[in-house]
Nanobody, 119 residues
Framework: VQLVESGGGLVQAGGSLRPSCAASGSTFSIAAMAWYRQAPGKQRELVAAITRGGDSTNYADSVKGRFTISSDKAKNTMYLQMNSLNPEDTAVYYC?????????????WGQGTQVTVSS
């Protein structure tokens, strides 16, 4: 599975962005997808996750009510609608997928997309 993010950028505080993650390859094996982020000097953290069918989502407390994760199965693409952005949201955002492999799972990562929020 290959994951390619796009849609990051520079935005002012209070603004919105909608990065996307396009999956290709053995996408039939994907069980769930997620967005992580990593700010300079900090550990990578989970932002939001969604099951393959889109029937279940969860969010980090810091983004609840502001971010919405969604997916389009037909396009094998996942999105993260980010509203009311603040400078603390500045980070590299990574797409993550968990895929079935044999009796276990394998983790895939995208290359990341930079999100910068100016005050």
């Amino acid at each position: 599975v290959q994951l390619v993010e796009s849609g990051g950028g520079l935005v002012q505080a209070g603004g919105s962005l909608r990065p996307s993650c396009a999956a290709s390859g053995s996408t039939f094996s994907i069980a769930a997808m997620a967005w992580y982020r990593q700010a300079p000097g900090k550990q990578r953290e989970l932002v939001a996750a969604i099951t393959r069918g889109g029937d279940s989502t969860n969010y980090a407390d810091s983004v609840k009510g502001r971010f919405t994760i969604s997916s389009d199965k037909a396009k094998n693409t996942m999105y993260l609608q980010m509203n009311s952005l603040n400078p603390e949201d500045t980070a590299v955002y990574y797409c993550n997928a968990q895929g079935f492999k044999g009796l276990g799972y394998v983790t895939y990562w995208g290359q990341g997309t930079q999100v910068t929020v100016s005050s």
